[in-house]
């Protein structure tokens, strides 16, 4: 995996497919993403799952947290979203499951410890680097810090 400082400040993560990645930490990522951008330190990866909004908050929170996940937080939109370590994902899913919460979203992802917001040139710039990213074949998931207002 390998991140940069892009546009406006905010940071970009590229991983490559699991057939691809580096046999050891800090081996590099592919020459074809690295030539894109200088190193930048991320947060460790992280779960979540995402709630329609309208879903039962009391429920999704008693289910989550008894189940080990960190967080319950509801967004501005009314969405749910239940945060948890990647070695609680699959008890907290099971657990949510079995409550009758069926999230919309629930993986494995890195989360950034920051947002940055971007506009204008900074945001176009920032999605033709995502584009480009997402286009290489050394590439299966791209990660950022950016909020893009377009």
Not at 2 to 24: I, K, Q, Y
Request: charge should be negative; hydrophobic fraction near 40%; proline fraction near 8%.
């Amino acid at each position: 995996m390998s991140t940069a400082v892009v546009p406006g400040g905010s940071a970009t993560t590229a991983e490559p497919p699991a057939a691809n990645r580096p046999a050891t930490p800090g081996s590099g990522a592919p020459p074809a993403v690295r030539s894109r951008w200088t190193t930048f330190g991320w947060k460790s990866p992280a779960s979540h799952a995402v709630f329609a909004p309208g879903t039962n908050e009391d429920k999704v929170m008693e289910a989550a947290l008894e189940a080990g996940a960190e967080d319950v937080v509801t967004n501005d939109d009314g969405s749910i979203e239940v945060i948890c370590s990647p070695i609680d994902f699959v008890s907290v899913k099971q657990a949510l499951d079995k409550a009758g919460l069926k999230p919309e979203l629930a993986e494995v992802t890195m989360k950034p410890t920051a947002e940055s917001e971007l506009k204008g040139e900074d945001a176009a710039k920032m999605q033709k680097l995502i584009d480009a990213l997402e286009s290489l074949d050394d590439v299966q998931d791209v990660y950022t810090t950016a909020l893009l207002e377009t």
